[in-house]
């Protein structure tokens, strides 16, 4: 999980990101590129697929066990989860353009040819019961105020914006433009239908993309 934030950052700040690891004095901290910043996350995600070789079948932590949240089903046993990590490995891959490693570790993953299991990955989980989160990034596409808009070029590059559905499920029905830096949007950005839909971290659809 460190190596995933790790690649968040890295990919997110693509000029510079934070020194890794970082001094114990924050005002000592260097800036490296995000290339450096893939380097250690592929290097935290490499550990800790050996680390999962040999922890057993379930994880420990208490009696009971180690206890992962609903968004890991299927992927809540270190076999499982090491399946997760590689999917993970595989996308890092691809974007330092290392294909070769990119392919071997989407063969260790969990990819299925299974156009029923698309959606097959681990997600962060919302809800609205005692201790969850809600999705934040959800909002209702008529709300007086809207922070989330989708690109303009979402649209004006789609090939066919009244019929795809690629474009259809992620955005709302145009409403007055709203403009700010010179770019003038209408479409609220509607991928999340709820304050409880889960966001994937990462799904069989993504693997079947980067192995075609």
Known sequence: MIGYQLMIVASVFQRLTIQIPAPDNPKDVQLVSPSEGYIEAARRLD???QALQSAGARFTGNANGFTMSRGFSGFNTPATFARFNRALR???ALWQGDFAAA???L????????????NLGCYLPFGTGS?????GVYEPPTAAVIRFWAHPTFESECENPTADRRFLNNVATARAA???ANISVTRPFAKYKSNTDNIPI???EELLLMRA
Do not use: C, K, P
């Open 178 to 180: 709203f403009s700010q």
């Open 131 to 135: 201790g969850d989160i809600a999705n």
């Open 202 to 204: 990462i799904r069989n």
């Open 47 to 49: 550990a800790g697929y």
């Open 107 to 118: 063969q260790q993953s969990f990819i299925v040819a299974d156009s029923a299991q698309m």
């Open 103 to 105: 392919n071997t570790a």
């Open 90 to 92: 595989a996308r890092l």
